[in-house]
Nanobody
Framework: QVQLVESGGGLVQPGGSLRLSCAAS????????MGWYRQAPGKQRELVAA???????NYADSVKGRFTISRDNAKNTVYLQMNSLKPEDTAVYYC???????????????WGQGTQVTVSS
């Protein structure tokens, strides 16, 4: 059984900052890439940022220079530092991990339950 639990969402004013965390737990052998996605009302889920096990990162153009993804491999945790937030960043943010679970012969993608981020004055 593998779980991804997100935390850190909330309401923030434009220009403010939030830090999201996502911890993976359970019968995990190893984790490949981890990432953050978001879904705004009426829109498709989109990739925000991703990070490999070696630390390589990629970002959506809309968040480059404002968001930073990082991970702590010892804690199976990925973070998203969000600065200079804009109203258009409002969405439910989902954590994703591509990982090898114990006893499973292929890596699979797992999702967290989502955390709401609202940017509004």
């Amino acid at each position: 059984q593998v779980q991804l639990v997100e935390s850190g969402g909330g309401l923030v004013q434009p220009g403010g900052s939030l830090r999201l965390s996502c911890a993976a737990s359970g019968s995990i052998f190893s984790i490949n890439a981890m990432g953050w996605y978001r879904q705004a009302p009426g829109k498709q889920r989109e990739l925000v940022a991703a990070i490999t096990s070696g630390g390589s990162t990629n970002y959506a153009d809309s968040v480059k220079g404002r968001f930073t993804i990082s991970r702590d491999n010892a804690k199976n945790t990925v973070y998203l530092q969000m600065n200079s937030l804009k109203p258009e960043d409002t969405a439910v943010y989902y954590c994703n991990a591509d990982l090898w679970a114990m006893g499973v012969m292929t890596p699979l993608g797992y999702w967290g339950q989502g955390t709401q981020v609202t940017v509004s004055s």
